[in-house]
């Protein structure tokens, strides 16, 4: 009975000096965690949409689709198995989960936020939009550029079984297949405290495990994978163009450290490079241009974290890539039991 005391009082001692040293860490978990469970709670199964008579056919397609993806994506690219996607958690037509991202002013540079069994993160979720809000706030008074956005996928990585969005049904086949396969890589491969090496990853195969899965699903000459290639070489032509902006802001950025420059003059001159960059991207010549059409708005101005997020989605495409044909001849199971393999103690 001691014993067991001494370790009841162990407990409590850490509790309370992680309360101390944590405490805003506990709060927000405890609010993720609400939130979380709602909408893991408020999920249907697919099963019952698919046997309800008044559940719309159009959106059955879709349920019956992403089924099949995700049992593509484990049976023939070997991503993990799991009960993701069985299940629909129905939005209303609202955001589920905003994100937050920031970004030194004058460096391309990342804010990041720790968690315990992730590491550090260049992004911090919140399914309250005012806590964002506030948390953003707070940022922007530090002086750093920041992002608030709302997404429509993310991956608990393995401890929950995610729930479809009602929002993803709005996608094609090929951007549902791109998504799901994104985020089933997630829930298969986590290296602890690598953002970049993640996204990229997931980035990588969901990209062309969707092409594998389309050939297979409605044929090579068909219409859908024409339309899905088509797209993925937009996000490629618009993902270097922004890159080439980026090495230029980091040059800009760079000459700042040796300049008396005020801050309103170096201000102006990011701005300035910033607008150049994007209307310079009428010389792009996209397969669907009216996607990108709000680059050339004179109201659209973005600023670090925005320039951030190819580093950290796309950053590293060239690299699985080589690897992927060199070693692995195009098999992704092969190459994903190698990566795991790899990254087995990280």
């Given at each position: ?5 001494k ?10 000096i ?23 709670y408020d999920?249907v ?9 008044d ?10 689709l992403?089924?099949?993806i ?8 070997g991503?993990?198995?799991?009960e ?10 609202e ?9 030194k002013p ?16 260049g ?6 939009k005012?806590k964002?809000?506030r948390e ?6 530090l ?7 709302a ?14 969005l009602?929002n993803?049904?709005e996608?094609?086949?090929g ?7 994104h ?5 298969t ?8 090496f ?17 050939k297979h699903k ?5 219409f859908?994978l024409?339309?899905y ?5 937009d996000?490629?032509?618009?993902s270097?163009?922004?890159t080439?902006?980026t090495?230029?802001l980091y040059?800009?950025?760079?000459g700042f ?9 170096k ?13 310079s991207s ?9 996607s990108y059409?709000?680059l ?14 190819f580093k ?5 495409q ?18 994903l ?10």
């Amino acid at each position: 009975m001691r014993r067991r005391n001494k370790c009841i009082y162990a407990v409590l001692l850490v509790s309370l000096i992680s309360g101390l040293l944590y405490g805003d860490l506990i709060e927000y978990g405890i609010h993720q965690g609400i939130g979380q469970f709602h909408i893991l709670y408020d999920a249907v199964p697919v099963s019952e949409l698919l046997d309800d008579p008044d559940y719309p056919e159009d959106q059955k397609v879709k349920l019956r689709l992403i089924q099949e993806i995700r049992e593509f994506a484990i049976d023939s690219l070997g991503l993990n198995d799991s009960e993701s996607y069985k299940k629909l958690y129905d939005q209303k037509g609202e955001p589920a989960l905003w994100v937050l991202t920031a970004a030194k002013p004058f460096q391309l540079e990342q804010y990041e936020w720790y968690f315990p069994f992730l590491g550090g993160l260049g992004y911090k979720g919140f399914f309250v939009k005012e806590k964002a809000l506030r948390e953003e706030e707070e940022l922007i008074a530090l002086d750093f550029d920041t992002d608030l956005g709302a997404v429509n996928a993310w991956s608990t990585l393995g401890f929950f079984n995610d729930p479809i969005l009602s929002n993803m049904l709005e996608k094609s086949p090929g951007g549902l297949a791109r998504l799901i396969i994104h985020e089933l890589t997630h829930g298969t491969l986590y290296v602890k405290g690598e953002d970049a090496f993640n996204e990229n990853l997931a980035t990588f195969v969901g990209d062309n495990g969707a092409i594998v899965f389309m050939k297979h699903k409605f044929g090579e000459n068909s219409f859908e994978l024409e339309r899905y290639v088509g797209a993925l070489n937009d996000i490629e032509k618009y993902s270097d163009h922004m890159t080439r902006g980026t090495a230029l802001l980091y040059e800009l950025y760079t000459g700042f450290k040796d300049s008396s420059y005020p801050e309103e003059k170096k201000r102006a001159l990011k701005n300035a490079l910033i607008r150049s960059i994007l209307q310079s991207s009428d010389t792009i010549s996209f397969h669907g241009r009216d996607s990108y059409s709000y680059l050339l708005d004179p109201d659209y101005m973005p600023n670090n974290t925005y320039f951030m997020s190819f580093k950290r989605y796309r950053g590293k495409q060239n690299m699985f890539q080589e690897e992927f044909d060199s070693s692995f001849a195009g098999d992704f199971s092969e190459y994903l039991t190698y990566l795991k393999e790899s990254f087995a103690s990280h």
